[in-house]
């Protein structure tokens, strides 16, 4: 082969690789990118209402995906936050932005309500323009997307006011948004590879939806949840004296008056009937007079849970016997009248006579009822009425069918304040659970945890010695005995107020998780003593290095890099990078589950140097930290500035994120460089792997 032969050969060569190269960057930036999601599809829209506008936002969720709404209280996930930029001197918003159909669902990872959209988020925000010039409305969204784990993004619209928007025009004009692009910041999500064909058929369906009511799933099991407290509750009120002794008094009348035993079995069923119908009509009222999320969004206003905690306070003192509360004696009479008159109508106000009568006993827990269930919007407080009214309703009907049954029925006395008194106490313990929200939207720590179950102990402690007959209330009646029913009530109440007394110590009480304020809401986050989380104790947090601090399950853990490199290099150990977030809820998750096992535990607190950055950290930088990114993106607080480095770094927005680096920056664990919320067993493997790494 000459010269010429053996040149062009190798510059073949060199022109083959580099193409090979070029390819193989092209298939790997690719593959980056795929790791940054965006779950939610934004469209917006100006129109016009009366003399004002109104601005719109629909968003398309992913499949599986849900977007939190801003109503979800302090101390959770990431509420919506919504930014009107330019707002002086051009437009005045009127009222709040309204929100289109949510869910409400329990957080046990923060003992909160969690509020959110699913399939879609439908927003509103009327506006009086009062600059005539005004040529965009400019909005910023910040908000949390979750599926098994969660985004943080931001997004911001610029929405264009056409030129012939004018007051007096009586038609609507519609302008869709100009959309800026969205930066995406991560708190948590997994990383799932989609082919581009169903990304793009995707996309091409969500704009296409974007314009249609989309409404979220009924949340079935929480409906079905609020029918079958709400049936218990029915069955207690009916154990009260207000309703009990009602019950063979009216049998007896029905059958007595009914001309045949079919016809007082028919007139007894109606009146059955005719109690839930009057419940239920009440639900709707309620139901129709707040909205089917007014209540939803009240349930986080400090207001309202301080005003409802009085409300509480009061019924439980009336049932402990300090007083009753009545309706007028009036409508009671005029009830009674109208059921003379018999025949349909008069079983009809019979109901209503028995509704109004027994409301000194009904009324505290129907009025609780209502409000725990019109908290979770939509249907809930039908249902929650139906739930209630069906319980008061079934004796009447069963008894009216099976007449003998009513000699076994027990007789009236004592027994039936005592079960007055047993909601008493339930509905003090209740109260303090709105307190309790109050306190936390407001972050007051006037309420914390510890705080909290020591109240409890004293309420059910309290209760405990009331059932053994140690306290007397006065509408009891002397006992020189107490019942075997009554000693084995006691026995429960003693059993729970005894597994409350650890949670002063830091025992995480599984039981009631709903109720008290979470764990990181206390006066000692540690347990009283600081002996709580097992393996923490105040004297362990002497002698950190500095820029460290105990973070879950005593494991030493730095915030800020550059601290947590420095101590690395000193120590001479591998790095575990943990980029989180304040309100990730899977991140707490992996936590909890997965960081706590025995094999995995000792890792972290022997093996490595974790260093845990939080990206909804919304400390501001110091200005000569400030910075802006090649892709215009404005680095201005401690999360924006872990954000960038998770992202230009590691080419993914997921979260929770590990990696596990040398002291060089470089990735350990080769097949997997990153990992997001897992098992134990596969995250015990994979780090295990990277440690091994390490040179």
């Known amino acids: 082969m000459n010269f010429n032969q053996n040149h062009r050969a190798i510059l073949s060569r060199s022109i083959w690789n580099k193409i090979t190269a070029f390819l193989l960057l092209f298939f790997f930036t690719l593959a980056g990118n795929a790791q940054i999601l965006e779950p939610v599809k934004w469209t917006s829209k100006i129109e016009k209402k009366g003399n004002n506008a109104v601005l719109i936002f629909d968003g398309t969720i992913e499949k599986d995906w849900h977007m939190y709404s801003q109503f979800t209280p302090d101390g959770g996930p990431l509420a919506l936050e919504i930014s009107f930029k330019n707002q002086k001197g051009n437009y005045e918003l009127v009222g709040k932005a309204k929100e289109g159909k949510t869910r409400t669902a329990y957080n046990d990872v923060f003992g909160v309500d969690e509020t959110f959209f699913e399939g879609k988020a439908h927003i509103e925000q009327e506006i009086k323009i009062i600059n005539p010039n005004l040529k965009t409305v400019d909005v910023d969204f910040d908000f949390q997307v979750c599926k098994e ?25 519609v302008s869709e948004a100009k959309l800026d692009e969205t930066k995406t910041a991560a708190l948590a999500v997994d990383t799932i590879k989609k082919e581009t064909a169903a990304a793009e058929d995707q996309t091409v369906k969500a704009e296409n939806e974007a ?28 154990l009260t004296p207000c309703v009990f002794p009602m019950i063979p008094m009216t049998v007896s009348f029905f059958t007595k008056q009914s001309k045949s035993r079919a016809k007082g079995i028919r007139n007894a069923i109606i009146y059955g009937l005719s109690i839930i119908a009057i419940y239920v009509i009440l639900g709707l009222i309620v139901t129709k007079i707040f909205g089917a999320d007014a209540l939803n969004a009240l349930s986080t206003d400090v207001w309202f849970n301080l005003i409802f905690f009085v409300i509480l306070i009061i019924f439980a003192t009336s049932f402990l016997g300090a007083f009753e509360i009545m309706l007028p004696n009036s409508w009671a009479n005029k009830a009674d009248q109208q059921a003379d008159k018999g025949g349909l109508i008069g079983i009809l106000f019979m109901a209503l006579a028995l509704a109004i009568v027994s409301f000194s006993c009904t009324g505290p827990i129907v009025g609780t009822l209502l409000v725990e269930a019109a908290s979770n919007g939509g249907i809930a407080p039908v249902v929650g009425m139906l739930g209630f009214s069906s319980a008061l309703a079934l004796p009447f009907m069963l008894f009216a069918m099976f007449p003998g049954w009513l000699n076994s029925l027990p007789k009236s006395g004592g027994w039936l304040n ?144 550059e601290d947590g490199l420095a101590y690395a290099k000193e120590i001479k150990k591998p790095i575990m990078l943990d980029f989180t977030g304040y309100a990730c809820v899977n991140c707490r998750k992996m936590e909890n589950n997965v960081w706590s096992e025995p094999t995995i535990l000792p890792i972290l607190k022997n093996d490595v140097v974790l260093i845990s950055l939080y990206v909804d950290d919304k400390r501001e930088l110091p200005k000569e930290e400030q910075f802006v990114t090649k892709s215009a993106d404005k680095i201005i607080t401690v999360g924006d500035k872990w954000t960038d480095f998770m992202i230009s770094k590691y080419k993914t927005n997921t979260q929770p994120l590990y990696v596990i680096t040398d002291l060089e920056g470089n990735n350990l664990n080769a097949s997997k460089p990153t990992i997001s919320y897992v098992s134990a067993d596969e995250y015990l493997h994979w780090l295990k792997e990277g440690i091994s790494n390490f040179k």
Not at 149 to 173: M, Y
Not at 211 to 238: C, V
Not at 432 to 459: G, M, P, T, Y
């Open 149 to 173: 784990v969660c985004i943080n993004s931001s997004k911001k619209f610029s929405i264009a006011v056409p030129s012939t928007f004018k007051i007096d025009e009586a038609l609507p004009v």
């Open 211 to 238: 314009k249609e009511d989309i409404p979220a799933p009924a949340p079935a099991r929480s409906l079905w949840s609020i029918f079958f407290i709400a049936f218990l509750s029915g069955f207690a009120a009916l």
């Open 418 to 561: 005592t079960v007055k008194v047993v909601l008493g106490f339930l509905e003090l313990a209740l109260a303090f659970k709105f307190l309790s929200n109050a306190d936390l939207v407001l972050q007051l720590h006037f309420l914390e945890r510890e705080v909290f179950i020591a109240i409890w102990i004293a309420i059910f402690g309290a209760l405990t010695l009331y059932l053994f007959g140690k306290i007397t209330l006065p509408h009891d009646s002397p006992t020189h005995h107490i019942s075997v029913g009554r000693l084995y009530l006691g026995l429960l109440t003693l059993v729970f107020t005894m597994y409350l007394i650890p949670g002063l110590w830091g025992a995480p009480l599984k039981l009631i998780s709903a109720f008290p304020p979470p764990p990181q809401y206390s006066e000692s986050p540690f347990g009283v003593g600081g002996s709580g989380n097992g393996a923490v104790s105040s004297e362990s947090i002497k002698g950190l290095p500095e820029g460290a601090e105990l973070g879950p399950h005593g494991i030493m853990v730095f915030h800020d890099y």
